[in-house]
Nanobody, 120 residues
Framework: QVQLVESGGGLVQPGGSLRLSCAAS????????VGWYRQAPGKQREVVAV???????NYADFVKGRFTISRDNAKNTVYLQMNSLKPDGTPVYSC??????????????WGQGTQVTVSS
């Protein structure tokens, strides 16, 4: 009933910027909480940034001052602005959301992920 679709990943030079998008569709009343996570081959998934419906945000130490999470409630879309990118491998960034459904309930969903490569 609900789908999350990420976009915006790709190849960027060190020090460059990318903006990732996570669009939610389906029987959605509102997005209660949403976060961005990343995972590299052979490594565990780790949180990058999260935000709640009240506007509070939390960032991992390794992205503080460089990444910004934001949301457009009218479009049911969440963004991750990534600046000053470092050559940290080729992780896949995934979107996770707790969604208040139109019929009630608060299930969680994962997107398919989008890969980010930082290389010169």
């Amino acid at each position: 009933q609900v789908q999350l679709v990420e976009s915006g990943g790709g190849l960027v030079q060190p020090g460059g910027s990318l903006r990732l998008s996570c669009a939610a569709s389906g029987s959605i009343f509102s997005i209660y909480a949403v976060g961005w996570y990343r995972q590299a081959p052979g490594k565990q998934r780790e949180v990058v940034a999260v935000t709640t419906t009240g506007g509070s945000t939390n960032y991992a130490d390794f992205v503080k001052g460089r990444f910004t999470i934001s949301r457009d409630n009218a479009k049911n879309t969440v963004y991750l602005q990534m600046n000053s990118l470092k050559p940290d491998g080729t992780p896949v960034y995934s979107c996770h959301a707790d969604i208040i459904l139109s019929v009630g309930g608060l299930p969680d969903y994962w997107g398919q992920g989008t890969q980010v490569t930082v290389s010169s």
